[in-house]
């Protein structure tokens, strides 16, 4: 439950040194990595922002008790769940080596993200510094007089072979400013932090500023959010609502047992333009809009998000695929597993969301029947496997509308399938959430990742004797290009699946809303009427049928006006040249897909949503009472269903004001089965 504001006071009075503390032997991807790692001093990587205004980070690391007369240096070439090549090493500017005794020793840049020490065998500093002038989002770093932010791949280099040794971190942050980072605090007068070795060093991005501090605990977690910015929000909805979220994730990993953490750590940037998360170890950096908390469908979208970069704790951070982690820094990393490591995440956040009751079910099945027109607009669903996709993450083509599908949106749909069969073959007695809880324990036992084949084993074994109906769904789904029956899997549940095709002409084309270019085409779909015409991506139409066009609404307009067979010029702007195509429309236009419930429905799909995501059935039909009561016996031993929370205090800091004390509004109560 929730610490009552005494049982804060030292986190606040923490919290107020700018500190962000963290259970440091849960925080480790693997048993038995901190007991390894003290056997050696620990390396000391200190920070430095004397001249904000120039942007530039002052480093200096300590090495000692290195074997050897040489030492390599990497600057890390990605940053883990960002699967871009990050190009950190071109900020890297005047860097010089001594030894502990201050003598000049010889420091040799080899390739790009390679620096070689000659150190003798000697303790030795490494001084630099790294320029980091433009905001680049929650997954970079950046520099100004307002605010420091870093994730640690781009100022941090590793010592080669000895990525297991222990860091202690050492900031030194902006006046007046506070320090936010999940790492577990150190010495050095609240601004020092420990990692067990260098992957969770770079797994702890750092804020440094002033920030309102919201701190509030769910179960056995201490939770701290840190808000950058100005906004519109709610310092208690915002604790009460991320409440509810892990509440109902502990849920699906069996209750606190299941958390492997004690603190976790959101860091939020209001800045326009911010729609991004991503994952660590037991924190988060997400960007958001500053105004979106006064308007429920944007700020369900950041829920949404927060839930997603929640889950990843589990899934991702625990649960991973074999080659993400221990990382390889030094080149692209590549896995197949994507779909399920970000797609299933992104269906759990939807999950989550009404469980938890902050999505009733006519904004969970919009956003369920969004997902799907997605997918069914992508014409490379039919080009490209989820694996590929999830492959080629690092460089997708320049062509993706028409040849690259989105894993994140196909693999939340798979999980959906998958979830949805799981229940019906088992009778209520084994779901995704029981696969996940499976998966859960394997790490908790082993601390490994797994493999493509591993993971579809323990989807089959989980399906018991109908499990070639599981490994059916993975030919289908996963390694080929069947369509999803969304409507078959959704029936399981008492939903009725109906597509709705807008009338009107149609080109099958996808404009650029923001042009200033005109009717600037983004897409043109393969086969489509604009395709059979001779339209091209990047081509701007500046008239149709000769009348000069003002806008893209007004492209629009017109072509939705034209009747199915009709023929119309359309003239072209393509690179310096005007050319013409004539384009014959054909009939629809964007389908959306609605999901309601179906209202011949029978008792058991409505137990089996009820047991899904939460939403309440209704009682019984007289004299099916033996019915009734099997069905609910399988639904009362759905796990997922966790207890009520118990009652709590959210402690609130602002920047540089007091703590404010606000009673967080009582946890809504998972639904009732229906009385007898």
């Known amino acids: 439950m929730l610490s009552r504001l005494t049982s804060t006071r030292r986190f606040a009075a923490a919290l107020a040194l700018g500190l962000l503390l963290v259970d440091p032997t849960t925080a480790s991807a693997a048993p038995g990595t901190e007991a390894a790692a003290k056997k050696l001093d620990a390396f000391v990587y200190k920070v430095a922002m004397d001249d904000p205004h120039r942007h530039e980070f002052q480093v200096e690391l300590s090495f ?47 390739d790009e993200i390679t620096w070689r020490v000659s150190h003798g065998g000697q303790p030795f500093k490494l001084r630099y510094r790294v320029y980091r002038g433009s905001y680049s989002g929650i997954g970079g770093a950046f520099l100004d007089d307002e605010f420091g932010f870093f994730n640690g791949v781009y100022l941090f280099p590793y010592a080669v072979g000895h990525k297991d040794r222990p860091i202690e971190l050492r900031v030194e942050g902006l006046p007046g400013a506070q320090v936010v980072c999940a790492l577990p605090r150190a010495g050095g007068g609240g601004k020092a932090f420990k990692a067990n070795d260098y992957d969770m060093l770079v797994d702890a991005p750092v804020h440094v500023g002033k920030v309102d501090t919201v701190n509030f605990k769910a179960g056995k977690v201490q939770f701290h959010v840190a808000l950058q910015g100005i906004g519109n929000y709610s310092d208690k909805k915002l604790a009460a609502d991320l409440t509810k979220i892990a509440d109902a994730t502990y849920a699906i990993f069996g209750g606190d047992e299941g958390v492997p953490f004690t603190d976790y750590t959101y860091i939020l940037h209001l800045r326009p333009g911010g729609r991004s998360g991503l994952e660590h170890r037991n924190s988060t950096a997400i960007g958001l809009e500053p105004w979106i908390f006064g308007d429920p469908a944007a700020y369900r979208k950041f829920l949404n998000t927060a839930a997603h970069e929640f889950f990843h704790a589990w899934n991702v951070k625990r649960i991973r695929p074999g080659v993400l982690g221990p990382f390889a820094y030094e080149r692209e990393v590549h896995t197949s597993m994507l779909w399920f490591s970000e797609g299933f995440t992104s269906y759990y956040a939807w999950v989550i969301l009404a469980r938890a009751g902050l999505a009733n079910e006519a904004e969970a099945m919009e956003a369920l029947g969004e997902q799907i027109r997605r997918l069914q607009e992508s014409p490379g669903r039919k080009q490209m496997t989820v694996e590929q996709a999830s492959w080629e993450a690092w460089l997708r083509p320049d062509d993706g509308g028409n040849s690259y599908v989105d894993y994140y949106n196909k693999g939340m749909l798979i999980a959906l399938a998958l979830d949805l069969e799981l229940r019906r073959i088992s009778g209520g007695q084994r779901s995704l959430d029981s696969v996940m809880r499976d998966l859960y324990a394997r790490w908790k036992n082993t601390g490994a990742g797994i493999s493509p084949t591993e993971l579809e084993q323990t989807f089959v074994a989980a399906g018991g004797a109908a499990g070639a109906e599981i490994s059916e769904l993975f030919r289908k789904y996963v390694h080929g290009f069947d369509e999803i029956e969304y409507g078959k899997h959704l029936r399981l549940a008492g939903y009725k699946l109906d597509p709705v095709t807008e009338v009107g002409g149609d080109l099958q084309v996808v404009f ?75 009939t629809g236009g964007p389908t959306t897909y609605k999901i309601s419930l179906d209202p011949a429905a029978t008792y058991e799909q409505m137990v089996l949503r009820q047991a899904w995501l939460g939403y309440s059935a209704p009682a019984p039909a007289a004299g099916n009472s033996t019915l009734r009561d099997a069905a609910l016996k399988l639904f009362n031993q759905d796990p997922t269903l966790g207890a009520e929370p118990e009652d709590s205090s959210v402690v609130v800091m602002p920047a540089g004001g007091k703590k404010k004390k606000a009673k967080k509004p009582a946890a809504k109560k998972p639904a009732k089965a229906p009385a007898k």
Do not use: C
């Open 512 to 586: 650029t809303e923001a042009s200033d270019k005109g009717a600037l085409i983004e897409l043109v779909r393969q086969g489509g009427a604009g395709d059979k015409a001779g339209l091209a991506n990047g081509d701007v139409i500046v008239a149709i049928d000769g009348l000069k066009l003002s806008s893209t609404a007004e492209a629009k307009r017109q072509i939705k006006a034209m009747a199915g067979g009709s023929r119309h010029t359309f003239t072209v702007q393509r690179g310096s040249r005007l050319i013409e195509r004539v384009a014959v429309p054909g």
């Open 64 to 110: 000692s008790d290195l074997p050897g007369e040489v030492t390599d240096l990497q600057l890390p070439r990605w940053n883990p769940g960002a699967y871009r090549v990050t190009e950190a090493h071109r900020n890297v500017r005047g860097m010089v080596a001594e030894t502990s005794g201050g003598k000049p020793i010889p420091v040799v840049k080899v």
